[in-house]
């Protein structure tokens, strides 16, 4: 068979099949449009991303220990107040997320009656 060795690849519950070299023009064209992006803001891609980096170590994250058993929307009200360049999510405890480590982004974890129940994480 000269097809090239297809990778199956699960997407929202759907299964579809993608080629390899589907696969490298898709990744060319996501590059492309993080360049694109990222110089239209007039930063380098590694800029922005060590200015995230800086703006993350700056965050004390020790200090949100303090939320756990409060209600969850109320700590993301706090956390957005003092940090409003994050991106804070309340999240049920156990809920599936990317694996993805982003600096500008906080999960918030609360139980069913939404109250926290870890300290929120910045990624």
Same mark, same amino acid.
């Given at each position: 068979? *000269?097809?090239?060795?297809?990778?199956?690849?699960? #997407?929202?519950?759907?299964?579809?099949?993608?080629?390899?070299?589907?696969?490298?023009?898709?990744?060319?064209?996501?590059?492309?449009? #993080?360049? @694109?992006?990222?110089?239209?803001?007039?930063?380098?891609?590694? *800029?922005?991303?060590?200015?995230?980096?800086?703006?993350?170590?700056?965050? %004390?994250?020790?200090?949100?220990?303090?939320?756990?058993?409060?209600? @969850?929307?109320?700590?993301?009200?706090?956390?957005?107040?003092?940090?409003?360049?994050?991106?804070?999510?309340?999240?049920?405890?156990?809920?599936?997320?990317?694996? %993805?480590?982003?600096?500008?982004? #906080?999960?918030?974890?609360?139980?069913?009656?939404?109250?926290?129940?870890?300290?929120?994480?910045?990624?």
């Amino acid at each position: 068979d *000269d097809r090239e060795e297809e990778k199956e690849e699960v #997407v929202l519950g759907r299964t579809c099949l993608l080629d390899s070299q589907s696969m490298r023009g898709l990744l060319a064209a996501w590059i492309v449009l #993080v360049a @694109a992006t990222t110089r239209s803001a007039g930063m380098s891609f590694t *800029d922005k991303l060590k200015a995230q980096e800086d703006a993350a170590a700056k965050i %004390d994250q020790k200090a949100w220990a303090q939320y756990v058993g409060k209600p @969850a929307e109320e700590v993301c009200q706090l956390i957005r107040e003092a940090q409003p360049s994050l991106k804070v999510s309340p999240l049920p405890a156990g809920s599936p997320v990317t694996m %993805d480590y982003r600096t500008d982004r #906080v999960r918030v974890y609360h139980d069913e009656s939404g109250n926290v129940v870890a300290p929120p994480k910045l990624g």
